[in-house]
């Protein structure tokens, strides 16, 4: 923990105006055309009296009718061609926007047509006598390399990316477990890959490096699993496949992923995980084929897509499911019948239950967390196409897991601040059917995530602001952070354990950087990596209440993640965190340009600390302040 005292209020050098440019509209009049008025020959051949050199003006009367009627021809043969041409633009217009959709189509499926008609979309041309110019170099010699690589890259994403959440000494599996599991639930055989539609992952086969579900994972990783199982939910798949629509309605895929959010904000969800009376109905004796193969995996998925949303709290739930499902976020009968199913052939057995949560959202999963049956919780988001091999090798200890949670995984979301102002809001007089235009209301300002959780939390321990009012409570009783919070921002486990110190700190506030030195030392049995997170809290002062200015508690203002570190072996990262971090917006400072609003730092004491987790920083910070466990 380090403690530094500005003494001087600074303001940021750098401002923001709006600026408004008039836009000029320009205008082409244009004259009506002019008519050409024809000449009959009876007025052509009128005569009036006194008037000198008749055959003179009877000629110039006939030459202008019949000047006038060629006139009209052409002007019928202008009008007939232009009607021809609008026709031919009408028609080549219409061609090239169905031209346009279709090759957008085929462009989406283009690697699915070309294995289904055995064609390529594209050919390489060599210039073998080394002449044109080279406009891109490749780091790869050939396109199995890059495949390769790509291979490479996306499995050390997720290996470095999954969240070990909770782990009784389950994890990892021994070499004899391996032959022993049971892959229970349905998105253990048709997870959720990535986003739908717009992100899922491409089949890639007959490659150096095909894309792999979790089963084809798990099969060239060594592993052996239940057949029953896997013959069992195979029967189920035409029965729980969807179909999904882009947002325009213009691609209809048929998928497996069951969990897909709604298609408009507001809508509902239903959860058809299939439950055991489903797989009592379609397989009898299932259940036998859990003897052998006792260690438990059920797979929990949400998915993720573009135009689709979780409507917080009931609303977001179908409730003529009648899943006793409070959240689309939460669990539901089905689900939690799966897992007492599988609960109880753990306590037959002696084997083990693990579940993953394959999603990106912050799912409400307390119960998870104190069911004591659970052994292990892993997150392992949307592991794409290459994933899977990682997940593997954490759940056999090839990979000590190092995954940090990016959000705050609260026991009730519906009652955070930002989902107060949630839901489907559109606009007034508004063609309906255009479900985008719609207005998202952000009224909770900076209290979102870790920033509202962790600072009212530590102003119910400074007892600031009313903190443990009953209002945002889960439990409509005073507001306790333990009763709030599952699993906090930055929060996982490891298979093996670390220190981390602050070693030194030095601000350079001419050039706007925080220097930072951390030692962190492994003290466990196993190898691993570990993520240093480094966070600040700045002071909340009587100008910042008196002005308005929001401020959260504590502020993670850099990260990093070490080298593989074996037992007894210790790495320093060194971090050069932007001072920007720290500041906050002040709507009443003047600023460079003479006009209000900028950043400011404000005079006061500033607590620089590393945590594991948003709240594990927080906690340093109090305990510096002098408040104890029995103040938190």
Same mark, same amino acid.
């Given at each position: 923990?380090?403690?530094?005292?500005?003494?001087?209020?600074?303001?940021?050098?750098?401002?923001?105006?709006?600026?408004?440019?008039?836009?000029?509209?320009?205008?082409?009049?244009?004259?009506?055309?002019?008519?050409?008025?024809?000449?009959?020959?009876?007025?052509?051949?009128?005569?009036?009296?006194?008037?000198?050199?008749?055959?003179?003006?009877?000629?110039? !009367?006939?030459?202008?009718?019949? &000047?006038? =009627?060629?006139?009209? @021809?052409?002007?019928?043969? +202008?009008? $007939?061609?232009?009607? *021809?041409?609008?026709?031919?633009?009408?028609?080549?217009?219409?061609?090239?926007?169905?031209?346009?959709?279709?090759?957008?189509?085929?462009?989406?499926?283009?690697?699915?047509?070309?294995?289904?008609?055995?064609?390529?979309?594209?050919?390489?041309?060599?210039?073998?006598?080394?002449?044109?110019?080279?406009?891109?170099?490749?780091?790869?010699?050939?396109?199995?390399?890059?495949?390769?690589?790509?291979?490479?890259?996306?499995?050390?994403?997720?290996?470095?990316?999954?969240?070990?959440?909770?782990?009784?000494?389950?994890?990892?599996?021994?070499?004899?477990?391996?032959?022993?599991?049971?892959?229970?639930?349905?998105?253990?055989?048709?997870?959720?890959?990535?986003?739908?539609?717009?992100?899922?992952?491409?089949?890639?086969?007959?490659?150096? !490096?095909?894309?792999?579900?979790? &089963?084809? =994972?798990?099969?060239? @990783?060594?592993?052996?699993? +239940?057949? $029953?199982?896997?013959? *069992?939910?195979?029967?189920?798949?035409?029965?729980?496949?969807?179909?999904?629509?882009?947002?325009?309605?213009?691609?209809?895929?048929?998928?497996?992923?069951?969990?897909?959010?709604?298609?408009?904000?507001?809508?509902?969800?239903?959860?058809?995980?299939?439950?055991?009376?489903?797989?009592?109905?379609?397989?009898?004796?299932?259940?036998?084929?859990?003897?052998?193969?006792?260690?438990?995996?059920?797979?929990?998925?949400?998915?993720?897509?573009?135009?689709?949303?979780?409507?917080?709290?009931?609303?977001?739930?179908?409730?003529?499911?009648?899943?006793?499902?409070?959240?689309?976020?939460?669990?539901?009968?089905?689900?939690?019948?799966?897992?007492?199913?599988?609960?109880?052939?753990?306590?037959?057995?002696?084997?083990?239950?693990?579940?993953?949560?394959?999603?990106?959202?912050?799912?409400?999963?307390?119960?998870?967390?104190?069911?004591?049956?659970?052994? $292990?919780?892993?997150?392992?988001?949307?592991?794409?196409?290459?994933?899977?091999?990682?997940?593997?090798?954490?759940?056999?200890?090839?990979?000590?897991?190092?995954?940090?949670?990016?959000?705050?995984?609260?026991?009730?979301?519906?009652?955070?601040?930002?989902?107060?102002?949630?839901?489907?809001?559109?606009?007034?007089?508004?063609?309906?059917?255009?479900?985008?235009?719609?207005?998202?209301?952000?009224?909770?300002?900076?209290?979102?995530?870790?920033?509202?959780?962790?600072?009212?939390?530590?102003?119910?321990?400074?007892?600031?602001?009313?903190?443990?009012?009953?209002?945002?409570?889960?439990?409509?009783?005073?507001?306790?952070?333990?009763?709030?919070?599952?699993?906090?921002?930055?929060?996982?486990?490891?298979?093996?354990?670390?220190?981390?110190?602050?070693?030194?700190?030095?601000?350079?506030?001419?050039?706007?950087?925080?220097?930072?030195?951390?030692?962190?030392?492994?003290?466990?049995?196993?190898?691993?990596?570990?993520?240093?997170?480094?966070?600040?809290?700045?002071?909340?002062?009587?100008?910042?209440?008196?002005?308005?200015?929001?401020?959260?508690?504590?502020?993670?203002?850099?990260?990093?993640?070490?080298?593989?570190?074996?037992?007894?072996?210790?790495?320093?990262?060194?971090?050069?965190?932007?001072?920007?971090?720290?500041?906050?917006?002040?709507?009443?400072?003047?600023?460079?340009?003479?006009?209000?609003?900028?950043?400011?730092?404000?005079?006061?004491?500033?607590?620089?600390?590393?945590?594991?987790?948003?709240?594990?920083?927080?906690?340093?910070?109090?305990?510096?302040?002098?408040?104890?466990?029995?103040?938190?």
């Amino acid at each position: 923990m380090e403690i530094i005292e500005n003494q001087n209020q600074t303001q940021s050098r750098d401002s923001y105006r709006a600026v408004s440019r008039a836009g000029v509209a320009r205008r082409t009049a244009l004259g009506a055309p002019g008519g050409m008025a024809g000449v009959s020959r009876n007025a052509a051949f009128a005569r009036r009296s006194g008037e000198p050199d008749r055959t003179a003006r009877y000629n110039a !009367a006939y030459n202008a009718a019949v &000047t006038n =009627a060629q006139v009209r @021809r052409r002007a019928r043969r +202008n009008r $007939a061609f232009q009607r *021809l041409w609008r026709g031919f633009l009408s028609f080549t217009a219409s061609a090239a926007a169905l031209l346009l959709s279709a090759a957008f189509i085929v462009n989406a499926f283009r690697a699915d047509l070309d294995r289904a008609f055995g064609t390529s979309s594209f050919r390489v041309v060599t210039n073998t006598d080394g002449s044109g110019e080279a406009y891109y170099s490749s780091d790869y010699a050939n396109t199995g390399e890059l495949v390769r690589a790509v291979a490479d890259i996306s499995e050390q994403i997720s290996a470095e990316g999954i969240v070990l959440l909770k782990n009784n000494g389950a994890l990892p599996l021994s070499s004899n477990e391996k032959s022993k599991i049971s892959l229970m639930g349905f998105s253990s055989y048709h997870p959720v890959t990535g986003g739908i539609p717009g992100t899922g992952v491409t089949p890639n086969y007959g490659t150096d !490096a095909d894309t792999v579900d979790f &089963t084809a =994972a798990l099969k060239q @990783r060594g592993f052996e699993y +239940n057949p $029953a199982l896997e013959t *069992l939910y195979a029967n189920l798949f035409d029965f729980y496949s969807t179909e999904i629509s882009s947002p325009d309605g213009s691609v209809t895929i048929t998928s497996p992923a069951i969990t897909a959010p709604a298609n408009l904000p507001g809508g509902a969800f239903s959860s058809r995980e299939p439950s055991p009376s489903v797989l009592d109905q379609t397989m009898p004796r299932w259940r036998e084929s859990l003897e052998l193969y006792n260690i438990y995996i059920i797979t929990l998925a949400r998915a993720g897509s573009e135009n689709g949303n979780y409507t917080p709290g009931l609303d977001g739930v179908n409730a003529s499911r009648n899943l006793n499902q409070s959240d689309p976020l939460g669990l539901s009968d089905s689900e939690r019948d799966l897992i007492r199913a599988a609960a109880d052939a753990r306590d037959m057995t002696g084997g083990k239950l693990i579940v993953l949560l394959n999603t990106s959202n912050p799912m409400e999963i307390q119960e998870l967390a104190d069911n004591t049956a659970i052994d $292990a919780v892993l997150q392992i988001g949307f592991p794409g196409g290459y994933g899977f091999y990682a997940l593997c090798d954490i759940l056999d200890g090839t990979v000590n897991p190092s995954g940090r949670l990016c959000d705050t995984w609260a026991v009730k979301n519906s009652v955070s601040p930002a989902a107060q102002n949630y839901g489907f809001l559109p606009w007034d007089h508004i063609d309906q059917e255009n479900h985008i235009n719609s207005a998202i209301i952000q009224a909770e300002g900076i209290y979102t995530g870790y920033k509202y959780y962790e600072t009212r939390y530590f102003d119910s321990v400074t007892q600031s602001g009313g903190a443990d009012s009953p209002v945002g409570s889960s439990t409509g009783g005073p507001w306790q952070y333990s009763r709030e919070i599952t699993y906090p921002f930055g929060y996982g486990l490891s298979y093996t354990n670390f220190i981390q110190s602050l070693d030194d700190l030095e601000i350079n506030l001419s050039a706007g950087i925080i220097h930072a030195s951390v030692t962190v030392s492994n003290t466990g049995n196993t190898p691993g990596r570990d993520a240093v997170q480094l966070y600040a809290s700045a002071p909340y002062t009587d100008y910042d209440r008196e002005h308005g200015i929001e401020k959260s508690a504590i502020q993670l203002i850099d990260y990093a993640k070490t080298n593989i570190l074996s037992p007894g072996q210790s790495e320093t990262i060194e971090f050069h965190a932007d001072l920007k971090y720290l500041s906050s917006w002040d709507s009443n400072a003047h600023n460079a340009v003479n006009t209000q609003g900028c950043y400011i730092l404000d005079p006061g004491i500033y607590y620089f600390t590393v945590g594991d987790g948003a709240h594990d920083a927080v906690n340093h910070v109090l305990s510096a302040m002098g408040y104890d466990l029995n103040n938190g």
